[in-house]
């Protein structure tokens, strides 16, 4: 297992720790998932700039959920706009090695210079996205395609 795989791992862990299935865990809503989720990948990942919830609308909208970061987020995003909305358009993960060569890219700040978002799905449709950005170029791959997805599925109940 490679250094970001168990980094990945101890979110894991460390989310199970407060929000796991076990008999005695109190019960969150899936907002506080999102905000203890979003913490624990920032506190493990420094280096991600911008980690963070859109919560999707039945009228195709994206709008800022729970986020930890030290760039200011998007308020709200369209379905099919910039790397969320083509995540939620599309239902997939998508990942971004420079934000200047993505068709659309929505700035939110200047710092970003990659991005992963992982759609949150619940069947069949889109309710959510979570968006990592990071101030590198070429900062995301498949392991982190693989622990964000994991991590969204153990904890949101995909």
Same mark, same amino acid.
């Given at each position: ?13 460390? =989310?199970?720790?407060?929000? *796991?299935?076990?008999?005695?865990? !109190?019960?969150?809503?899936? +907002?506080?998932?999102?905000? =203890? ?14 980690? &963070?919830? !859109? ?7 994206? #709008? +800022?959920?729970? !986020?930890? *970061? ?5 308020? #709200?995003?369209?379905?099919?706009? *910039?790397? @969320? ?5 599309? &239902?997939? #993960?998508?990942? $971004? ?10 700035? @939110? ?6 991005? +992963?978002? $992982? ?7 889109? #309710?959510? =996205?979570?968006? $990592?950005? @990071? ?16 991590? $969204? ?6």
């Amino acid at each position: 297992m490679n250094a970001k795989a168990e980094r990945y791992q101890k979110v894991m862990t460390t =989310l199970d720790a407060l929000i *796991g299935t076990k008999e005695g865990k !109190y019960e969150v809503d899936d +907002i506080g998932k999102m905000a =203890l989720i979003s913490w624990a990948l920032k506190h493990h990942f420094p280096e991600f700039i911008f980690v &963070g919830f !859109y919560i999707a609308s039945r009228t195709k909208i994206l #709008t +800022i959920g729970p !986020y930890q *970061g030290d760039v200011m987020a998007c308020g #709200t995003i369209p379905f099919g706009k *910039g790397v @969320c909305g083509v995540a939620a358009e599309t &239902g997939e #993960t998508v990942i $971004v090695e420079d934000v200047d060569q993505f068709p659309g890219y929505i700035s @939110c700040d200047s710092e970003t210079k990659s991005e +992963i978002v $992982v759609p949150v799905m619940r069947d069949g449709e889109v #309710t959510a =996205l979570l968006d $990592v950005d @990071c101030g590198q170029k070429n900062s995301f791959d498949a392991t982190d395609e693989n622990g964000l997805q994991e991590t $969204v599925k153990r904890f949101l109940k995909v």
